[in-house]
């Protein structure tokens, strides 16, 4: 298995631009979420989906859009990227939404200018 | 938003030396994990606390769950330089996901 998979590693926008981070896993995890780890702030829940078709906000949602349309991948999009939106995204999956350990990705590390 | 506050914040020791880090909350929680982050990867599990008092040991880390579940420790003995890393705790937030501390930053000098 390769577990969580996360594309691009790394990424340069200008303020404005629109992308989407990709996340993937094989493990047929049902439970799928994105964070933000900042400097000093920790790591930030943006949004989860506790299967397919069915996402929901977390602590952070604003600027970003998530759509789970299968079981293995959880897009995140950034409609028009900021500079406040400059982070490492971390992307996580566990079996299920009662099970608490999380796998993470090995994150995209985001530069908006 | 139930707040974990993690210290220390940052801690620098010499190898073989040993150290604690606490994870501490006004509320308590049903069960507490704790993560190790490399630069540059994911956090990865290291163990789930469940049962007040609770006591669990990997190698040379011991992790211990306050008995009135709002507290717990990592305490790492003789420390090497590949423990050196993120110490993050987390515990299932509100809004499904974890909520996590911000973290220890663990530095084990040769």
């Known amino acids: 298995n390769a577990g969580v998979t996360q594309t691009p590693k790394f990424q340069v926008l200008k303020t404005g631009q629109s992308m989407t981070l990709q996340c993937a896993q094989d493990?047929?995890?049902?439970?799928m979420s994105w964070y933000r780890q900042d400097p000093g702030m920790g790591l930030r829940l943006i949004h989860y989906s506790v299967g397919a078709g069915i996402t929901d906000q977390g602590e952070v949602p604003n600027g970003y859009n998530v759509s789970r349309s299968t079981t293995e991948d959880f897009p995140l999009r950034l409609l028009s990227a900021a500079p406040s939106q400059t982070s490492v995204y971390f992307c996580?999956?566990?079996?299920?939404?009662?099970?608490?350990?999380?796998?993470f990705g090995p994150g995209t590390r985001l530069l908006v200018l | 938003t139930q707040l974990l506050e993690q210290s220390p914040q940052f801690l620098s020791i010499q190898e073989g030396e040993n150290l604690t880090v606490y994870c501490n909350s006004s509320s308590v929680f049903s069960s507490l994990q704790w993560y190790r982050q490399e630069p540059g990867e994911g956090p990865v599990l290291l163990v789930t606390?469940?049962?007040?008092?609770e006591v669990k040991k990997l190698k040379r880390l011991t992790f211990q769950f306050g008995d009135a579940r709002k507290d717990s420790s990592l305490h790492i003995t003789a420390a090497q330089p590949g423990d050196t890393g993120l110490y993050l705790c987390g515990r299932r937030g509100g809004a499904d996901g974890l909520t996590f501390g911000k973290g220890t930053h663990l530095i084990i000098q040769p």
């Open positions: 493990m047929n995890h049902e439970y």
């Open positions: 996580a999956s566990s079996y299920s939404r009662f099970q608490e350990t999380q796998y």
């Open positions: 606390v469940v049962t007040g008092g």
